[in-house]
């Protein structure tokens, strides 16, 4: 499985953002993808999930109403479309997949096993 993010870049605050994650090797129609992210001197976190194929979304909480999560099931492709954007959103963003599907695993950004390299979000104030 290969994830392979991109999309990134440096906005001022309010502006807008849209990621791209393009996963090969993974066929499954059904399958839980997501995107976390970390900032320098912190831990990483689940930022917002998506079960393809179902339409299932999960958000954190600092990021709901401006993220939005959605799926290109013919090019098995995951987008994070970002709005209003803040300075505490500039972290490197990791897409992942392979998360155990149901409510006590990927949809609380648990048990992911394929990660891609990261593509560095910097929002300026």
């Known amino acids: 499985v290969q994830l392979v993010e991109s999309g990134g870049g440096s906005v001022q605050a309010g502006g807008s953002l849209r990621l791209s994650c393009a996963a090969s090797?993974?066929?499954?129609?059904?399958?839980?993808m997501g995107w976390f992210r970390q900032a320098p001197g912190k831990e990483r976190e689940g930022v917002a999930i998506?079960?393809?194929?179902?339409?299932?979304?999960n958000y954190a909480d600092s990021v709901k109403g401006r993220f939005t999560i959605s799926q290109d099931n013919a090019k098995n492709t995951v987008y994070l479309q970002m709005e209003s954007l803040k300075p505490e959103d500039t972290a490197m963003y990791y897409c992942a997949a392979g998360g155990r599907i149901g409510v006590g695993y990927c949809y609380i950004f648990r048990g992911f096993g394929y990660w891609g390299q990261g593509t560095q979000v910097t929002v300026s104030s």
């Open positions: 998506i079960v393809t194929g179902d339409g299932i979304t």
């Open positions: 090797g993974y066929a499954d129609s059904r399958k839980c």
